[in-house]
């Protein structure tokens, strides 16, 4: 199947010209139009393909296998309408599923998405005013701020690479929220403005707080992932809030957005209680126009909501070492969405083939591959849409229960981290370092670094080092900041040498801010967002080129593009920088002392200064005046 | 000012104070001594109080179960560090890691400017292990320290113990905001050094460290675990850290508030507190905790591993386990449920502790001096010199007393203004004396590069005292004017020097005052010599720290007999250089270079001729 994608050559030549901005976030790869649309227009190749895998994987012959890196929606759209919609013709499509991942370190990673399509056009002037399964909130939002793309995201939490390797979705701790806008826009920055205001009031959140000092437009590390091919960037804003807290509220309206609401569905799993009972969690919206049929003559716009989260072994598992849905989310799955076309769950058990590492119950037959992230995964399917999978008991309540111990830490491909240096509160120094293990090959990264103006970066000291060896940077691009109206923006495409560790390094000053610029709480410190470094990774099923695994050989000399790297966003640490923070009781003392200065000191220097000195004459006696009175009456001049 | 601009007014208060300079410089002399004593007695002092409002009133319930556990697994740590004979680093991953956290090494290796005899150490290698307790849905920017050393020895391995203890309880707890790094460092403050070098990734002391891999963000605040027996008597709280420097006040309270609501005895400088201020014991009591803490600051040398993290602004105390012939024994979980109760309140932290005081005095650990109650004590004895230096500047100013013949009066005066004696015979002993401050701050090390036996203190000895000697044998010719001018140069250098001293470490400056400003007033060419060398030699730097050792072994209720003192002193001064050498502390320059030169001028002024 790969090979019939790769013999597009549109394909290749998208994947040249944006080789780095290519997500391959999950198993529905959506990713590129063309991608999708080569799959649709031959769904069976990609059917057959996929009997063919199973047929060879001797031992697995009573699993059914599933081709499930596509939907096949022409066929649902036609199996659907007769029972859910009596209009001839739908346009929205939605779809829902959740994705466990049992993770090396014992915890247990669920990730939901929510996919709604609509072939609709909120640009052409057409007024849009019946909504369906999208929601109408952000279609208003769409139409009247001329949003091209629109991915926002929540998390509370820091992704450890280190112990749960790569996620599906990667997001920063805090808000992201990037927008690429029409080029019909004319001023950016205050549709940007107002933008960000009306979103802070969807999604509950201080998006408000977003404006010139921590908005960028990066010039190369996000682009488009929708269709169309506009990569001038004046179009595109991007704005971290690292010390965004996510919670209950911001939840509840992302929920509503849902077309059942937490009503039916998975989303009956989403109880906050549990959900932010956990290590990590982060919920996105993205929203981009993607193609609806192969020619791509016309268009239909993508919501995506995800949620992803993740349960702590130790804070939960006490003694028991095992997870069941009900535990997780204190909810079991009753039915699916009615209004999903399909709805289904999947359990990542490739690091289990054989069930030693852990054990699935209920069981199931149906099982689907996809490649993730550079790796070819294998899933058990749980379908809601079908009744036997509830079973008897007319519920579902998957069970995991660990048989092995927890791993140590992975060694991931591509992670990175980031800390400030030094001591004081003048200068400091950031540190990001890069690590690549990938054994032989070297590859690019592009690091986006955006900066707040109180740290005054010295771009002159900027080094890259990589084996202790300076590494030139072979694309730079820096917009310095201005005070209180801009940040630092940082881009620069790096080459990481193999097995190495990268670091980046610049020195800078801490402003000493006008005092009512501190925050409410400026002892906490004031916060500097992620680092992104997105990069094109080589996969790990390309470098084990002499596999065992069961693929034909003529299948496997030439390392097929598709398969040969993916695209991985990581973000660093945000930081927390300590700023020179007057004390705030001092106002009152130094209003004290300088009125005692300026009333004595300056009061009588000044009087000292101004004060011309003359020696008196002593006064004339009392008979002197008086012979001096007469003197004058008589008109001689006094003695 | 008024005052001033009356030229008869200002007369008189300039002829009062010249006239009366020695009288008021003497009760000046004597009130600041007194207001000193008399910030130990508990009605002058305030009461501690917490000021951070994130520690002040939520409510925090204790729950550590495993204190025996944590016994045995101190014992089990016991076992592996005599196996391996040191840093049972393997065990020591392996244990934290099933306990659930991220864990770390770095290695260090530090070459000492001279053998340290105290611990004896030369080569120093190590490693020290921390793990880090990832607080769920926080993104890595703060974190709070927990170490504990890894000594030599039986000591300590309850620490450790309890160290890994907490890590298992904490690890299973919900609600931190903060990261929680538990570091069982090796060589104590060696170690300490290259792990916050490392962590900061700065290298002021020159030490071999390797990188560090994990990091939480900016550390809030740290303590230090210092345990050597299963049940305790009392817990000692540790404050003073390197240059004098003393955490946040509200840390010290957070200790006394939790020790008073689980109960455990509480000690500061290892005293335990009296009720009884009003007798003279209880006052005495009370001046014995305080002048204890005023030798430690004055020292400048961190009094434990937590010393060194005050100067990357981290508030960090140590706590010390005491075992002793009483009664009432407190048990591990007691103790590890007192670190729960502190932790949990500093993991509730907004903002760094900044509310309360950074600069204070502790008479006992629930009174304390804020700084604008000290400042005048050291404020009298500086006046001093102001006074000093205020006679010697009108004396100058004003022509020495009409002779009858007036033009020779005339012509004395434009000698005295052309000639102006100052300059170059200031300038002289000044130069002279600060060479000798910087041969003496160099020697003691390049000596020992020659002599590699043992530490040279005979050679610092020597330095001192060849010092002297070329100094009185060396006596400067000059004019009556030119010691005045000297010694006005002097005077106002002593004043701006312990003054900025004071500022920095009270106790340093207040020590260093009580000596030199007795030197500095009376000094002068016309008293008679031997004495007066005498009494200088007396109130010399070193013989202060002489003086001061023998005080502190005194307080400490350890009195040591002469020779024994003198093997102290000496071992003092070694340390103190190796502090300088290893984590920078500035005691030692601001001796040989500032105070020891600014004590030679008035040496030199005595032998004028």
């Known amino acids: 199947m790969a090979a019939h994608r790769c013999c597009f050559p549109v394909w290749l030549f998208i ?10 976030g999950s198993q529905e790869t959506t990713v590129a139009p063309e991608q999708h649309a080569s799959v649709l227009d031959n769904p069976q190749t990609a059917a057959e393909t996929a009997e063919q895998t199973a047929g060879e994987s001797g031992g697995v012959e009573e699993r059914r296998w599933e081709g499930t890196e596509v939907r096949d929606a022409a066929a649902q759209k036609q199996a659907e309408p007769a029972v859910l919609q009596p209009t001839p013709q739908p346009k929205d499509d939605f779809q829902e599923e959740l994705v466990v991942r049992p993770l090396h370190s014992g915890d247990i990673y669920a990730s939901f998405q929510f996919r709604t399509l609509w072939e609709t056009d909120f640009m052409r002037g057409n007024k849009v005013s019946h909504y369906r399964l999208f929601p109408k909130s952000l279609g208003q939002v769409i139409s009247k701020f001329s949003v091209r793309e629109l991915h926002i995201s929540f998390t509370q939490g820091y992704w450890r690479t280190m112990q749960w390797g790569q996620p599906y979705l990667p997001s920063p701790p805090g808000a992201e929220l990037w927008v690429w806008f029409q080029d019909s826009v004319t001023d950016v920055d205050a549709t940007w403005k107002e933008l960000t205001n009306v979103l802070s009031g969807i999604f509950c959140a201080s998006l408000n707080f977003i404006d010139s000092t921590n908005t960028v437009q990066p010039s190369a590390s996000f682009k488009p992932l929708g269709i169309g091919n506009v990569t001038d960037h004046r179009f595109l804003r991007y704005a971290t809030l690292p010390r965004e807290i996510v919670c209950t509220e911001n939840l509840t309206p992302w929920k509503k957005l849902l077309p059942c609401g937490s009503k039916a569905g998975l989303a009956v799993l989403l109880k906050s209680e549990k959900l932010f009972h956990s290590s990590f969690h982060s919920q996105a919206v993205h929203i981009r126009p993607v193609c609806q049929d192969w020619q791509c003559k016309t268009t239909s716009w993508e919501l995506r909501q995800t949620l992803n989260v993740v349960f702590d072994l130790h804070n939960s598992g006490q003694g028991k070492r095992e997870w069941s849905l009900f535990k997780m989310f204190s909810r079991t799955l009753t039915e699916a969405c009615p209004l999903a076309s399909s709805s289904k769950i999947y359990i990542d058990i490739t690091d289990n083939p054989e069930g030693e590492q852990f054990e699935l119950s209920p069981a199931t037959s149906l099982l689907s591959q996809a490649m993730v992230l550079g790796d070819r995964r294998t899933f058990s399917v749980y379908d809601l849409t079908q009744q036997d999978t509830f079973g008897s008991v007319r519920s579902l309540n998957l069970l995991i229960r660990w048989k092995s111990t927890e791993g140590d830490m992975l060694r991931p491909l591509l992670h990175a981290e980031r800390y400030v240096a030094g001591y004081g509160l003048q200068t400091g120094e950031i540190h990001t370092l890069m690590y690549n293990h990938h054994p032989y090959r070297s590859f690019p990264v592009l690091l986006l670094d955006s900066v707040p103006w109180y740290l005054r970066l010295y771009i002159h000291t900027l080094t890259v080092t990589s084996k202790g060896k300076d590494n030139k940077p072979s694309y ?24 190495s560790v990268t670091e980046v390094t610049v020195q800078f000053e801490r402003a000493l801010l006008k005092w009512t610029e501190y925050t409410p709480d400026p002892n906490h410190g004031f916060y500097v967002g992620s680092s992104v470094i997105s990069s094109l990774v080589p996969s790990t099923v390309a470098m084990d080129t002499n596999s065992t695994r069961e693929r034909p050989l003529f299948s496997s000399f030439f390392p097929c593009k598709e398969e040969s790297s993916y695209f991985v966003r990581v973000y660093t640490e945000p930081l927390l920088v300590n700023l020179p923070t007057p004390d705030f009781s001092m106002p009152y003392n130094v209003i004290c002392l300088t009125c005692t200065v300026v009333a004595v000191g300056y009061g009588s220097l000044y009087n000292l200064l101004t004060r011309s000195f003359q020696i008196e004459e002593p006064s004339p006696g009392l008979a002197k005046r008086i012979a001096n009175v007469i003197r004058k009456m008589r008109g001689v001049p006094p003695l | 000012m008024g005052l001033l601009s009356d030229p008869n007014r200002r007369r008189a208060l300039i002829n009062l104070l010249t006239r009366l300079n020695a009288p008021i410089c003497v009760v000046c002399y004597m009130a600041g001594v007194a207001w000193f004593m008399g910030l130990a007695f508990e009605p002058f002092t305030l009461r501690t109080y917490m000021s951070e409002n994130a520690m002040g009133s939520t409510m925090v319930e204790e729950r550590f179960p495993s204190g025996e556990r944590a016994v045995a697994t101190g014992r089990e740590f016991a076992a592996h ?9 393997e065990w020591l991953v392996k244990t934290m890691q099933a306990r659930g956290l991220e864990v770390y090494t770095q290695r260090f290796s530090r070459t000492l400017p001279f053998p340290d005899e105290n611990k004896e150490r030369y080569m120093v290698k190590g490693t020290n292990v921390y793990g880090i307790l990832r607080a769920p849905r926080a993104p890595r920017t703060e974190a709070l320290v927990l170490s504990a050393p890894c000594t ?5 391995n309850q620490a450790v113990g309890l160290l890994l203890g907490l890590a298992q309880y904490f690890r299973n707890q919900i609600y931190w905001a903060k990261d929680i790094i538990f570091l069982v460092n090796d060589h104590d403050l060696i170690g300490m050094q290259a792990w916050l070098e490392g962590y900061h990734h700065t290298n002021t002391t020159g030490m071999d460290w390797s990188p560090l891999q994990g990091r939480g963000g900016s550390i809030q605040a740290a303590l230090s675990l210092e345990l050597s027996s299963d049940v305790v008597t009392s817990m000692d709280l540790v404050l003073e850290g390197l240059n004098g420097q003393l955490p946040n006040l509200d840390l010290a309270n ?15 400088q290892g005293k335990l507190q009296r009720n009884d201020w009003d007798s003279v014991s209880g006052y005495s009591h009370a001046v014995q905790t305080m002048m204890l803490m005023v030798m430690k600051q004055a020292s400048g040398r961190p009094w434990g591993d937590h010393g060194l993290f005050l100067r990357y602004h981290i508030e960090a105390a140590t706590i010390k386990g005491i075992n002793s012939f009483r009664q009432y024994k407190t048990d591990a979980t007691t103790i590890g449920r007192l670190l729960e109760g502190m932790y949990r309140k500093l993991n509730n932290l907004l903002e760094r502790l900044h509310q309360s005081y950074f600069f204070y005095l502790m008479p006992s650990l629930s009174h304390f001096v804020s700084i604008g109650y000290y400042m005048p004590a050291f404020g009298l004895l500086a006046v001093i010199l102001l006074l000093r230096a205020l006679d010697l500047w009108v004396q100058l100013a004003t022509p020495p007393p009409t002779t009858e013949d007036g033009i020779a009066d005339i012509e004395q005066v434009r000698h005295a203004h052309s000639s102006s004696p100052g300059v170059l015979s200031v300038l002289t002993p000044l130069v002279i004396s600060h060479l000798t401050g910087a041969a003496l701050y160099m020697l003691p090390i390049r000596f020992q590069e020659m002599a590699v036996e043992h530490f040279p203190v005979s050679e610092t000895e020597a330095v001192v005292l060849t010092a002297i000697a070329v100094y009185t044998l060396l006596t400067i010719i000059g004019t009556e004017q030119g010691w005045r001018v000297l010694k006005l140069v002097a005077l106002l250098y002593l004043a701006v020097l312990l003054g900025c001293t004071a500022l920095i470490n009270f106790s340093l400056g207040f020590i260093l005052a009580l000596t030199l400003v007795p030197a500095a007033a009376f000094v002068t060419p016309h008293v008679p010599k031997v004495l007066s060398a005498f009494v200088l030699v007396i109130l010399s730097p070193a013989c202060t720290l002489l ?13 040591v007999s002469f020779l024994d003192g003198w093997l102290l002193y000496l071992s003092v001064i070694s340390q103190g250089i190796l502090d300088h050498f290893l984590y920078g502390s500035l005691v030692y320059p601001l001796i040989a270079l500032l105070v020891y ?13």
Request: charged share 15%; aromatic share 16%.
């Open chain 1, 15 to 24: 994947l040249c010209s944006f080789s780095l901005f290519i997500i391959a």
């Open chain 1, 476 to 499: 730079i691009h820096y917009q310095p900041s201005k005070d209180r109206v801009r940040p630092h923006l940082l881009e620069m495409l790096v080459q990481l040498p193999p097995n």
């Open chain 2, 81 to 89: 560090k005599k196996k391996v004979s040191g840093m049972p680093v």
């Open chain 2, 152 to 156: 030599p020895g039986d000591n300590n």
């Open chain 2, 254 to 268: 957070l200790f006394y508030a939790f020790c008073q609501k689980i109960g455990v005895l509480c000690t500061i």
């Open chain 2, 547 to 559: 003086f001061s050792v023998f005080f502190f072994q005194e307080l400490q209720e350890m009195p």
């Open chain 2, 597 to 609: 030169p600014c004590w030679l001028l008035f040496w030199n002024i005595l032998f004028w001729k």
